[in-house]
């Protein structure tokens, strides 16, 4: 398994105290994602200009802090992480075996108080499906609680739900069109596996990020609301959670431009209405 970042999370990524693994790769390309290194399925070289030497290039890539991207892109041979391991320039993710991950959760399982567990998140988990699905059922062998954070396109993820107690995923857009240009990707699998998971999943969690200039328009927040409102139920929670440019850092250490701007910041009235109008619409939500 590729594992790009690991840690303790207490109630975001699932109820109570977590370890949280971010598995590497993403089908989707969201401008404003906050873990850019998870995107790429072969992993990111990222730049840490705290650490960075010029000594570990040997084609000149390095001049003091800043890095040549466009060297490193004709690079072969990678010598400033093949040769040298170093905080200043390194692989996004690390490999790990099924077996070592559930060894280390079960070493662990002393700190998943308050309903605590283990969470699989992204990059995209589904990405690694076999691995993931496998880590799943392992787990649950040896009672251990599960949550993923899925953005629900894969076209198996209901074979997932057996061995997921808390399913988190996210809804960014109801409409096709605009979901295509925002994220790259299509949402047709997506609104399916939302429905499913209503359906048959016992808990499950839709979040909203909302973003401005991409679905804080009205049409946007009333097409949510009315596609939240067929699909709710008992099983069923939802929250929004507001843009923010956390990752911005990290966009810049993989040697990519960020582009969002400060429009993509959302007015917190508007976020308390929408919020207020999932509450209002008669459906559950829960903030994390």
Partial sequence: MKIFQKGFNYSQDGDGNRLVYHMQGCN???????????MQCKG??????????????????ISGTKVDRTICVECKNHE??????TKGMYLSYQNYTVDEIVEEVLNNEMMFYDGGGVTFTGGEVTMQFEELLESLKKLKEHRINTAIETNGTHIRTE???PYVDQLIMDCKLCDPVKHQKYTGGANEEIMKNIRKAAKEHPYFHVRVPLIGGV???TEDLEAFVRFFKEINGDNVTFEVLSYHEFGKKKWEECGWKYRMTKDAYVDQELV???RQMIKDA???????
């Fill in 28 to 38: 989707l390309k969201c401008p404003w994602c906050a873990n850019p290194e998870g």
């Fill in 44 to 61: 990111t070289i990222v730049s840490d200009p705290e650490w960075i030497l010029e000594s570990i290039c040997p084609h000149g890539a």
């Fill in 80 to 85: 400033c992480i093949t040769e040298h391991d």
């Fill in 159 to 161: 074979e997932l739900f």
């Fill in 215 to 217: 679905n804080n328009a």
């Fill in 272 to 274: 308390k209405q929408f």
């Fill in 282 to 288: 008669g459906l559950k939500y829960k903030k994390t």
